[in-house]
């Protein structure tokens, strides 16, 4: 049988006009009442009553219509499983600094709604990663800044958190809503040097005379809050809706640091698992 064939019997039940139903199925009105016909020889039985006004669904045709609505219900969803299923896993890095969590939300999304695409995550400093797009290793990668030779590759802002005050859950702060900047004048702090709002953060603290006493350096968000954690001290850190352990987070009352993370993909060397995800 036809699929073809099945899916005009199904639009000519709907419309009950050949004319109209051969334009909604986009081909010639000979073509359409050809299929029809074939359709009737293979069941052999009438489908339609037809005269002058309009096409009417014979006794054997309304049998035959529901049937054909699962048919077609079916195959659609057969298409898509196997159309996913043997779609090249979707390559994406990560660089090291970011924190997970940060892109679980766009990658759960992108799994509900392409549950047989594997996809794969890579972490890696920014200069491989960029390397790996550039050698179409990977389809996209995440990072808090646009590339310099951005010519060649297109990016998109996912994200954008505020930096807060991330503070041991025993620490004075930790009964606060919000605090001024000022407050972390003369606090045991704990500086994120990778941070993409290192040097503004410096520059506003310098500019307002607020000098912390910093007393660890580390590189990304998980490991300064394990140091938070620790009691160590407290620093600033993207607000994620996510719970750390023994970690409160405060707003900054008098200022705004904007985290920002993009996606980074190559221009006009799009796979069909990354226009997926695009499209989210």
Request: net charge positive; proline share 4%; with cysteine.
């Amino acid at each position: 049988m036809n699929l073809q064939f099945v899916k005009y019997f199904i639009t000519l039940a709907d419309v009950g006009n050949f004319t109209h139903a051969a334009e909604k199925a986009h081909v010639v009105q000979s073509t359409f009442s050809t299929g029809i016909k074939k359709l009737e020889q293979q069941l052999n039985c009438k489908l339609f009553y037809r005269d002058n006004r309009q096409v009417l669904l014979t006794d054997e045709g309304k049998q035959l219509l529901p049937k054909a609505k699962k048919l077609l219900s079916l195959w659609s969803e057969m298409e898509s499983i196997f159309s996913e299923t043997y779609l090249k896993p979707l390559k994406l890095g990560v660089v090291s600094e970011i924190d997970f969590n940060a892109i679980v939300p766009m990658m759960k999304s992108f799994h509900e709604l392409y549950p047989n695409i594997e996809t794969q995550i890579i972490e890696n400093s920014e200069m491989e990663l960029h390397q790996m797009l550039k050698n179409e290793s990977i389809d996209g990668y995440f990072q808090k800044y646009i590339p310099f030779d951005h010519n060649d590759f297109e990016h998109r802002l996912i994200r954008k958190d505020k930096l807060v005050l991330a503070v041991p859950a025993n620490h004075p702060f930790a009964t606060k809503n919000k605090l001024p900047l000022q407050a972390i004048d003369g606090q045991s702090l704990i500086e994120r040097t990778n941070c993409s709002l290192y040097s503004e953060v410096e520059n506003r603290l310098n500019k307002r005379n607020i000098h912390p006493n910093v007393v660890f350096r580390a590189k990304g968000d998980d490991m300064a809050k394990a140091l938070v954690a620790s009691g160590i001290g407290i620093s600033l850190v993207p607000c994620i809706e996510v719970e750390y352990p023994n970690v409160k987070y405060v707003a900054i009352a008098d200022e705004q640091f904007d985290r920002k993370i993009f996606l980074i993909w190559k221009k006009k060397s799009v796979s069909a698992s990354m226009g997926k995800l695009l499209k989210i």
